[in-house]
């Protein structure tokens, strides 16, 4: 049983046009909510650490906010550059394991 | 400059032949973690570390090995490979384990025929 969805699996966007992200749990209990960028052949790269409903975190373009079920990572006037795969991770209350997603492929065209 | 160094970045192997994938990272992190990413299962946690000399399974520990007899090395050891632990490896460290800030190497591209 996957914990944690991601949708969609792949985003194609224009240059400019402002879409979102999301990232859905299933168990109760939630410890932290955590977003990554991965580039092609590169390791993920930390975005953002949500740990209560409510809460919202901004960097550039995107932004991530939590919900008791769910978080997105909006992403307003995408540039070229943001084009990678974003991956949602949650860590619960219980144990010190850490369930990521498997991504949401984002391509933005100039 | 504050990483996480992974060798070798690529390997290839042959099945039973025992490899060392190492692991280092500079920050003083207390927790680290190894991760393999297959296409459509995203990545899952095989084995991690709260701190020196302690170890535990995650999701996938079967055929792996890990120890952390220093706190900035966590190396993964496959005693005997088989080809379904071809994967992408990612090794990955935190300051503290409630955080999930994780800072991760850049990959091991290992194939096992």
């Known amino acids: 049983e996957d914990q944690v969805t991601q949708s969609p699996e792949a985003l194609r966007l224009q240059e400019g046009e402002s879409s979102s992200l999301n990232c859905s749990y299933t168990?109760?209990?939630?410890?932290?909510l955590f977003w990554y960028r991965q580039d092609p052949g590169k390791g993920p790269e930390f975005l953002f650490t949500l740990y209560s409903a409510g809460e919202e975190k901004e960097k550039e373009r995107l932004k991530a906010t939590l919900t008791k079920k769910e978080s997105f990572l909006h992403i307003t006037a995408p540039k070229p550059e943001d084009s990678a795969t974003y991956l949602c991770a949650v860590r619960w209350n219980t144990g010190n394991q850490f369930y990521f997603g498997t991504g949401t492929s984002l391509t933005v065209i100039p | 400059e504050a990483q996480v160094t992974q060798n070798p970045r690529y390997l290839i192997t042959v099945t039973g032949k025992k490899l060392t994938v190492t692991c280092s990272q500079n920050m003083n992190h207390e927790y680290m973690s190894w991760y393999r990413q297959d296409p459509g299962l995203g990545l899952r946690q095989i084995y991690y570390?709260?701190?020196?000399?302690?170890?535990d399974k995650g999701d996938v520990p079967e055929g792996y090995k890990v120890s952390r007899k220093e706190k900035r090395n966590f190396p993964l050891i496959l005693e005997s490979p088989s080809p379904n632990q071809t994967s992408l490896y990612f090794c990955?460290?935190?300051?503290?384990?409630?955080?999930?800030?994780?800072?991760f190497g850049s990959g091991t591209r290992l194939t096992v025929v």
């Open positions: 168990v109760s209990g939630l410890r932290g």
């Open positions: 570390s709260m701190n020196v000399e302690v170890t």
């Open positions: 990955a460290s935190s300051p503290d384990r409630s955080v999930g800030g994780y800072t």
